[in-house]
């Protein structure tokens, strides 16, 4: 949502891009959020990864609430970076702007 694209296309969805509370996909016109766009995202991914989009299955309250959960305890789940990763050309492809 930094970029002009992601600005425009938070405001076509509504969404405050100046505070962003979640993770947002944009999926086919549609803007996920929080856990909806986890699962999107790992539907796309090849297994195991995939295998978690099973999770659209579950309540959105439950899902929303694991993802709440995971979010204010990623730290000192998966750890910091001191840096922020550089992306390879290849992979730097894959983003919009």
Do not use: I
Request: charged letters at 30%.
């Amino acid at each position: 949502m930094q970029s002009d694209l992601g600005r425009r296309l938070a405001a076509a969805h509504g969404l405050d891009a100046d505070n962003p509370d979640s993770f947002v996909f944009f999926n086919r016109g549609r803007a996920l959020a929080r856990s909806a766009a986890v699962a999107a995202v790992a539907a796309r991914l090849p297994a195991p990864w995939r295998w978690a989009g099973v999770l659209r299955l579950l309540p959105r309250a439950v899902r929303d609430g694991a993802y709440d959960w995971v979010a204010a305890r990623r730290y000192r789940l998966f750890g910091k970076r001191e840096r922020c990763m550089v992306p390879t050309p290849d992979q730097r492809a894959r983003f919009l702007e």
